[in-house]
């Protein structure tokens, strides 16, 4: 186990660094040029000269290669041009609030979707899994964004249960930070009314964003739930006389649980870059927004920087749910 | 003396997507307490699903059209799911094909045996004994079937093991809760033929020693006179000839036994080519009328399409059902 963790560890470094070379490339392919852009479209060519000296753009492809991959080993990401602020920064601010909700809504996937495909496929053609069939196939089928506001007219204006967006009332202070994510931070600190506040707030926005993979997780659990209980193992094991939701519940959701964890690890990356919709539609302070309003605004940096950062994180979440396949399967184990 | 398992007039459909499909067809059989019976027949015949009705693990949607199968005085097809966990590895236990794809891939051969020794003392409402006791016990029934290396053999992963030794582990599964009958479903068919005989012999002294009483299923004639004192040939999905191995096996009276015994390549005397019977099993869905051999039997007349022939005694524990048996 301890060998196949450094090997997935060794692959997860090697395709970063492939990562980052790519987003170098695609930048460098990508027509304009970035000092005319930087300068403004009243600068002379002696200051696009100058800007291009001072980013290094004049040097060669493998030169500025090599100072990008310095800047980004020491944390390094450039300037917003909108902004004038380092990347690094904004990014510090928007990605906790982007994870905290992609959490949230994961831990909503995983515990709705994996119980319930499993009793789905326990019951199945039973009521029970029709009932939950027509729910997971709408939760692939509905628009986040209809969905959302839908259930913001219903839950926050209609019955004023929940706020309507935001991340904290303006009169809330942000606990200390320790994590950056509120709900951690909050309950690390003691805060429990904040806790609370903080939770109200991500309700919503985390159960549009985890419909659609509680949908996927919960058909892949059924499915694979489903072609498990006929194997051969489970008559045997019912042939002993284990009971039947022992069976179920060790015996079968093992097994079934592998795809079901790489469906998982793929929605994670997924909803890391899909919460655009979301946060726009709740008005979450996360990347989403933020890699959408630089993007519009010809802001190179901070993309490539939102970029790097969800591609790390889908890269070490797969990693992740590579070492639990290992985990739970000791034939990976040896391969 | 009663019979410990009793199958009287057992009828069983499976309904289809394509029609019904009429599996077993009025099967009788009766086993003494102790005896050893062998079940031969070509695959789709019925046997494996005559086993797993035995163990209340035949496919969901089968209905039983008529008959029982009692067993020690019990009417096995009337008892509740929960009815069946009393029975189920603690009374009857079944042994399976392929080792391979029936032992759990995820979980340690320790965990598996240790599970099932725990659920049999839960089943009979039985406080379980401390866990080192467990453990224990597990290594003596590794120990039954031969395997030396028991600490280890516990810690592995069925991968990690060899067929024959994940057949003996099944078998140990199998044995852990002291059952009276032991079904073997094709026990030897997916080894290689050396680990077969190891089996084999393995099963023969297990029997002997604990006076098991056995089905064993098997279209492997060899296996079956090995280990069983009768033996039952059935064909889609009734019984055609039924009585001790010696009888039958040396002086068969049904067309099909004989053409069974007769497809077997013979290692003594001149080579000569296989008979093979002609035709293929029939379709379970629209079954032969009347005997349901009489399309491929060489002996076929016309009351062998209008009439089920009945089971007549041809013998001391021979019985056959054919309208043209040979004497």
Redesign the interface.
């Known amino acids: 186990m301890l060998t196949f963790t450094f090997r997935k560890v060794a692959v997860l470094v090697g395709t970063m660094l492939g990562l980052a070379a790519l987003t170098f490339l695609i930048t460098n392919v990508a027509p304009g040029d970035p000092a005319r852009l930087v300068a403004g479209p009243d600068a002379t060519n002696d200051m696009v000269e100058t800007i291009r000296q001072e980013y290094g753009l004049d040097r060669p492809l493998y030169a500025q290669f090599a100072i990008y991959m310095g800047d980004l080993l020491t944390g390094d990401l450039g300037r917003s041009i909108v902004s004038t602020r380092p990347v690094i920064d904004e990014l510090a601010r928007y990605v906790p609030a982007t994870l905290e909700l992609v959490l949230v809504a994961m831990v909503l996937g995983i515990l709705v979707g994996v119980p319930f495909g499993m009793l789905s496929a326990v019951y199945k053609d039973k009521f029970l899994d029709q009932v939950t069939r027509i729910f997971s196939i709408s939760g692939v089928a509905l628009p986040a964004f209809w969905f959302g506001i839908l259930l913001q007219l219903f839950f926050a204006v209609r019955l004023e249960w929940l706020p309507v967006s935001g991340r904290l009332p303006l009169t809330e202070l942000p606990p200390e930070p320790i994590t950056h994510l509120l709900l951690v931070d909050s309950l690390l600190r003691g805060q429990f009314d904040t806790f609370r506040a903080a939770l109200s707030h991500v309700i919503l926005p985390a159960i549009v964003l985890s419909f659609p993979c509680l949908a996927s997780i919960l058909r892949v659990n059924r499915a694979e739930m489903i072609e498990v209980l006929q ?3 489970i ?10 939701s ?1 069976i179920v519940m ?2 079968a959701l ?2 079934a649980l592998l795809p079901t964890l790489a469906m998982i690890g793929l929605r994670f990356g997924w909803m890391l870059g899909s919460t655009v919709l979301v946060e726009t539609v709740f008005d979450w302070p996360g990347i989403g927004l933020y890699a959408v309003s630089s993007a519009l605004a010809s802001d190179f940096k901070p993309v490539v920087g939102v970029t790097l950062v969800i591609g790390f994180f889908f890269m070490i979440t797969n990693t992740l749910v590579d070492l639990a396949y290992a985990w ?4 990976l184990r040896s391969a | 003396m009663t019979a410990l398992l009793n199958i009287d007039n057992y009828r069983l459909d499976i309904p289809t997507f394509d029609g019904v499909l009429k599996v077993l067809d009025g099967i009788d059989i009766a086993l003494e307490q102790g005896d050893t019976l062998g079940i031969v027949g070509e695959s789709g015949c019925g046997k494996t699903v005559l086993a797993r009705s035995i163990m209340g693990i035949g496919p969901r949607n089968a209905r039983r059209v008529s008959g029982h199968i009692v067993f020690d005085s019990t009417a096995l097809d009337e008892l509740s799911e929960a009815d069946w966990r009393r029975v189920r590895g603690v009374k009857i236990s079944m042994i399976f094909q392929d080792p391979m794809t029936y032992l759990n891939p995820l979980l340690t051969i320790g965990r598996q045996l240790f599970d099932v020794i725990t659920a049999h003392y839960r089943a009979q409402g039985k406080p379980a004994p401390a866990k080192t006791d467990r453990l224990a016990r597990c290594v003596r029934l590794l120990e039954q079937v031969q395997i030396a290396d028991t600490q280890r053999v516990l810690k592995s992963y069925p991968h990690q093991l060899s067929g024959g030794m994940r057949q003996r582990i099944l078998i140990a599964m199998a044995l852990a809760g002291e059952p009276k009958l032991l079904i073997a479903d094709e026990p030897t068919t997916a080894l290689d033929v050396t680990i077969q005989a190891e089996i084999l012999k393995l099963l023969r002294g297990l029997v002997d020693r604990l006076g098991l009483t056995v089905v064993m299923i098997s279209h492997d004639v060899g296996a079956i006179a090995a280990l069983s004192r009768r033996v039952a040939v059935m064909y889609a999905g009734t019984v055609v000839e039924q009585g001790t191995a010696k009888s039958i096996l040396t002086r068969p009276r049904h067309p099909y036994t004989r053409g069974l015994l007769a497809a077997l390549p013979d290692i003594e005397g001149d080579a000569q080519p296989l008979e093979a019977i002609p035709g293929t099993i029939p379709n379970l869905i629209n079954p032969p009328s009347g005997c349901r051999f009489h399309p491929r039997c060489p002996r076929a007349t016309a009351i062998c399409r209008q009439e089920k022939p009945e089971t007549r005694s041809v013998g001391a524990d021979h019985v056959v059902a054919c309208h043209h048996a040979f004497d």
């Open positions: 194997s051969d193992h008559v045997a094991a019912r042939a002993h006389g284990i009971s039947s022992r060790i015996y093992k097994n739970i399967d000791p034939r």
